[in-house]
């Protein structure tokens, strides 16, 4: 299995400023026939499904804002909140499907 | 727009079968070249994927569970079904259905369920 970490726990960030989530994996999750990390992001609010809003490491899902950015390759992974909005709040996920779909174990973002 | 809703028991024995059906609406299992997930969340935990299964039959299972898990698909219901035998406490958790966006290989998931609540105890 490729294990996925992620850091931090949790963050607390100031309305209005940027949230940095990390997220490592043990082996490369680079798909050499097309070039593309297979690193997906989730949100999930209390109560509620995960949400996907990013695939690809980089695509952001149709109707995602655009303040939600991924990055990164290889093994070495971030999801960058521009400007934290209130409704923000919730733990994100970082998957990768490059083999057997494995999920990092959740950062928590708070106001 | 595709729509996903588990349906099952929410208390099961320890030793016994969990058995969990989701509903898909607004798409047909039947025609579709996607492949149907389950992955589960113990309470205040991480996510772990189940497994995969596609209309014809083909499933694909986490290594970990493998042993236990038995998916299918049952197209004139537009349903499809999870088995997971000899359930301990471990077991518990929430259990989501999902689609699974790849084709030939497990991809991300853009539509879940909302959910159910499954506990294993005496």
């Known amino acids: 299995d490729i294990v996925m970490t992620q850091s931090p726990d949790s963050l607390a960030v100031s309305l209005g400023e940027r949230a940095t989530i990390n997220c490592k994996s043990s082996k490369s999750v680079l798909l050499y026939s097309n070039n593309k990390n297979c690193l997906a992001w989730y949100q999930q609010k209390p109560g509620q499904p995960p949400k996907l809003l990013i695939y690809?490491?980089?695509i952001r899902e149709s109707g995602v804002p655009d303040r939600f950015r991924g990055s990164g390759s290889g093994t070495d992974f971030t999801l960058t909140i521009s400007s934290l909005q209130a409704e923000d709040v919730a733990v994100y996920y970082c998957q990768q499907y490059h083999s057997s779909p494995t999920f990092g174990q959740g950062t928590k973002v708070e106001i | 727009q595709v729509q996903l809703q588990e349906s099952g028991p929410g208390l099961v024995k320890p030793s016994q079968t969990l058995s969990l059906t989701c509903t898909v609406s607004?798409?047909?299992?039947?025609?579709?070249?996607?492949?149907w997930t389950w992955i589960r969340q113990p309470a205040g935990k991480g996510l772990e994927w189940i497994g995969r299964?596609?209309?014809?039959?083909?499933?694909y299972y986490n290594p970990s569970l493998q042993s236990r898990v038995t998916m299918s698909v049952d197209p004139s219901k537009n349903q499809f079904s999870l088995n997971l035998r000899s359930v301990t406490a471990a077991d518990t958790a929430i259990y989501y259905c999902?689609?699974?966006?790849?084709?030939?290989?497990?991809?991300?998931?853009?539509?879940w369920g909302q959910g159910t609540l499954v506990i294993v105890s005496s």
């Open positions: 999902a689609r699974d966006e790849g084709l030939a290989v497990p991809r991300w998931f853009e539509r």
């Open positions: 299964v596609h209309t014809t039959g083909n499933s």
């Open positions: 607004g798409a047909s299992i039947g025609s579709s070249d996607f492949h």
């Open positions: 690809w490491a980089s």
